[in-house]
């Protein structure tokens, strides 16, 4: 079973940043889209940003479009999601995989919470 481990969230004011950080092996991230999802208390997780294999094209949710940023480092088997302009609506808890998800890909995710 794969391990993926989520890190960088935290508490943040409205319009500040967080970056995260997502890792797994190795044998994973060269040969598959990634992507940061989301989940919502009480509600499924959705996908919000994906980055094609070599890193050539990312999409976003339109909700996030323009204030976040997803980038992957296949060389440290890292996927990053760079977070500005934070409002309280992007209190959730991040995980990342690949797209479109495994089942058992998911680790335990980070939480990000945005609250003055």
């Known amino acids: 079973q794969e391990q993926w481990v989520e890190t960088g969230g935290g508490l943040v004011q409205p319009g500040g940043s967080l970056r995260l950080s997502c890792t797994a092996s190795?044998?994973?991230?060269?040969?598959?889209?990634l992507g940061w999802y989301r989940q919502f208390s009480g509600q499924e997780r959705a996908l919000v940003a994906s980055?094609?294999?070599?890193?050539?094209?990312?999409i976003y949710a339109d909700v996030v479009k323009g204030r976040f940023t997803i980038s992957r480092d296949d060389a440290k088997n890292t996927v990053y999601l760079q977070m500005n302009n934070l409002k309280s609506d992007d209190t959730a808890l991040y995980y990342c995989n690949i797209v479109p998800e495994r089942s058992d890909y998911w680790g335990q995710g980070t939480q990000v919470t945005v609250s003055s």
């Open positions: 980055i094609s294999r070599g890193g050539g094209k990312a």
């Open positions: 190795g044998s994973i991230f060269g040969t598959n889209v």
